[in-house]
Nanobody
Framework: QAQLVEPGGGLVQAGGSLRLSCAAS????????MGWFRQAPGKEREFVAA????????YYADSVKGRFTISRDNTKNAVYLQMNSLKPEDTAVYYC???????????????WGQGTQVTVSS
């Protein structure tokens, strides 16, 4: 059974950096768009970033553009989210997701990880 696991969350001070990783198992996701979403307390889950199957095309939410970078390594069946210049409003549970598609998309993902907590202190 396909699974996505996101270790690597944690607590960081505002202005700091954190790198999230997502490890896939059970199948290869090299032909899938990979995305990151987040959900803050009391808010709906929102799109953060996505990357095409071959890594050549990326798409970001306006709120993270210029601060976050999504990347992937298909040889490791993994996707990453480098988060720089973190703000308290970035505090949320971050989810990795996969969708069978050619280009990055913000919705209708097929597989989801269990989420990892990221807390940014002011």
């Amino acid at each position: 059974q396909a699974q996505l696991v996101e270790p690597g969350g944690g607590l960081v001070q505002a202005g700091g950096s954190l790198r999230l990783s997502c490890a896939a198992s059970g199948r290869t996701f090299s032909g899938y768009v990979m995305g990151w979403f987040r959900q803050a307390p009391g808010k709906e889950r929102e799109f953060v970033a996505a990357i095409s199957w071959n890594g050549t095309t990326t798409y970001y939410a306006d709120s993270v553009k210029g601060r976050f970078t999504i990347s992937r390594d298909n040889t490791k069946n993994a996707v990453y989210l480098q988060m720089n210049s973190l703000k308290p409003e970035d505090t949320a549970v971050y989810y990795c997701a996969a969708r069978y598609a050619l280009l990055p998309t913000t919705s209708e993902y097929d597989y989801w990880g269990q989420g990892t907590q990221v807390t940014v202190s002011s």
